[in-house]
């Protein structure tokens, strides 16, 4: 990087720090007075439903009181949208709200099919409403990655998905303000553009060979530490042909058709990705990027183990978890350990989940563990999402809350598993002989299968896969430790449990949530998954139906 880019770089995180305080002060400002805040943020609300299609349906007026939202609306899925969503995309006429939509971001659930989330401007605004006080603090508290280029890994579209969508979908600098995009847009560690790539391979190797190019870069932020590593892997694979491209700023087969693209060049970064052994470690990490300050993901629930492996990769990085931030809205965010709500994005409710009774966020008591519904500014009005969260304390009057694990849990025959339950096996067995688990997958019975069964899907080897008869034996004997699991058994309701071992289960998993519309960049790994045998890879198929047999 030249001295000139890297003194406009430097400038540039200069004045994005000073502008980013602005939010930061008034998010502490509004934690003063976090009731009419919120009751402001309903209000602004129901003026941009007041009068559109959904308004009319669900009789919002704009001055309506909040006990006459809550009587008036029920607590919303999807499903509840769907159609209206539908034919507003058709028709492009405002259905949800007054203002006008031009971009819909697709997501999906663990079993459920894609979702088109509409983003108004309205509802950008409210998004900006959590990035400026989180990157203040980030300023602040890890001053390296102002040194640098930065990598932020937002929305990846399946490839399948991209004709269907205009250009917009990837441009994601079309999320922010306009001083952002410009900030954005030059402090970049890979180019937007790389968004726009006929599939998500190609898209996944510009972005490898950009990063290993970027000597600079200062900070990773990626929604899934199993993303980050999906990364590292491909450079490994592909070390060969990184290196050329960074020899020679020219794209090689079969990756030709980058060619839109200028093509990275470095020639001292080539001379490392020549000379890697493949190995994976903090050996190759400090070499490409010795002035890595901090890397942003998931770390709790089922993404604990997988952050706490990349950061063990990264050991001269910071490193620092996410808040709770969907494709229907911001939650949390991080400031320093705390995670409060985002109280100047949506209105906010909760669902007391040991009590059932429905609290604005000025009624939530430390201890309370909680599930939220957004209501935003894209006209999703009374969203529950899925998230189980933990009431942690409070920054003045604005509640801090920890995001505990998904609420789906798995019940084919009354056993009443919870992912918690996964969670604690993946732990149990992670490094056994030598495996890997991924996941708990709850399989219904099919035609090989007279009754459904659990299995947890492992990577490992030759050896590992010798020690699978008495590691699916402690599974099973794990599992009948809880009494729902255990009674089911007896009635002969469940088949025993077994470890499926595979060569590359992240793999296995990644690709099947892929074929089922998932966006790559913002897979999680479940801990507890239902998969119908139809979804099942055809070498887990055969696994399965051997193990049918044997069982019978």
């Known amino acids: 990087m030249s001295a000139l880019n890297s003194l406009t770089t430097s400038l540039l995180h200069f004045a994005s720090s000073q502008l980013t305080r602005q939010g930061a002060k008034k998010m502490l400002e509004s934690s003063k007075q976090l009731e009419s805040i919120q009751r402001a943020k309903l209000q602004a609300t129901l003026a941009l439903v007041a009068g559109s299609a959904s308004g009319k349906q669900h009789n919002v007026s704009a001055d309506m009181s909040l006990e006459e939202f809550q009587r008036r609306i029920p607590v919303t899925d999807y499903d509840h949208w769907h159609d209206m969503i539908v034919e507003q995309q058709k028709s492009n006429r405002p259905m949800l709200t007054s203002e006008g939509c031009e971009r819909y971001q697709p997501t999906s659930g663990s079993t459920s099919k894609i979702k088109w989330i509409p983003y108004t401007q309205a509802f950008l605004n409210e998004l900006d409403g959590a990035i400026s006080p989180w990157m203040s603090d980030l300023y602040s508290s890890f001053p390296g990655i102002k040194k640098g280029r930065h990598y932020w890994s937002l929305s990846w579209v399946p490839s399948d998905l991209r004709n269907q969508v205009s250009e917009s979908i990837n441009d994601d600098l079309k999320l922010l303000p306009w001083w952002k995009r410009i900030f954005m847009a030059r402090t970049m560690a890979v180019p937007e553009a790389v968004s726009l790539a006929e599939s998500s391979e190609e898209s996944f190797f510009a972005t490898s060979c950009y990063l290993a190019s970027c000597t600079d870069l200062s900070f990773i932020s990626v929604w899934s530490p199993t993303f980050a590593m999906s990364i590292l892997q491909l450079m490994q694979e592909h070390r060969a ?15 030709k058709t980058l060619t839109y693209l200028e093509a990275p060049k470095n020639l001292e970064a080539a001379k490392i990705m020549a000379a890697w052994d493949g190995e994976i ?18 770390d709790t629930s089922s993404s604990k183990g997988w952050a706490e492996k990349l950061h063990a990769i990264f050991p001269h990085s910071g490193f620092q978890g996410k808040g709770l931030w969907a494709t229907e809205g911001v939650v949390t965010f991080p400031i320093g350990d705390k995670y409060p709500l985002s109280l100047n994005s949506h209105f906010y409710e909760f669902e007391d989940l040991e009590t059932q009774e429905i609290l604005t966020a000025w009624q939530l008591k430390e201890g309370q563990r909680v599930r939220p519904i957004l209501t935003t500014g894209n006209g999703l009005l009374r969203y529950a999402t899925k998230d189980q969260l933990l009431v ?108 499926l071992i595979v060569d590359d289960a992240m793999d296995v998993y990644t690709s099947h949530k892929i074929a089922g519309g998932m966006v790559a960049g913002n897979i999680k790994v479940e801990p507890l998954v239902l998969w119908q045998s139809e979804q099942l890879p055809e070498a887990l198929k055969v696994s399965l139906n051997e193990h049918a047999e044997r069982s019978a």
């Open 241 to 255: 042909a990184i290196a050329e491209v960074l020899r020679t700023g020219e794209w090689v087969e079969p990756f």
């Open 281 to 298: 470690s903090p050996k190759i990490t400090k070499a490409l990027w010795p002035n890595l300050a901090l890397i942003s993901s998931w």
């Open 392 to 499: 942690t304390g409070f920054i003045n009057q604005c509640p801090c809350l920890q995001f505990i694990s998904r609420i789906d849990g798995v019940d084919m025959v009354g056993e009443k598993l919870a992912p918690d339950v996964a969670v604690n096996l993946i732990n149990e067995f992670d490094g056994k002989h030598g495996i890997a688990p991924v996941t708990l997958l709850a399989l219904p019975s099919n035609e090989f299968r007279a009754k459904p069964t659990y299995a947890l899907l492992c990577s490992g080897d030759e050896k590992a896969k010798a020690h699978g008869a008495e590691l699916s034996a402690q599974l099973e004997n794990s599992l009948c430790q809880h009494f729902h699991y255990k009674l089911a058994r007896e009635l002969g309701q469940l088949a025993k449990a077994e470890l």
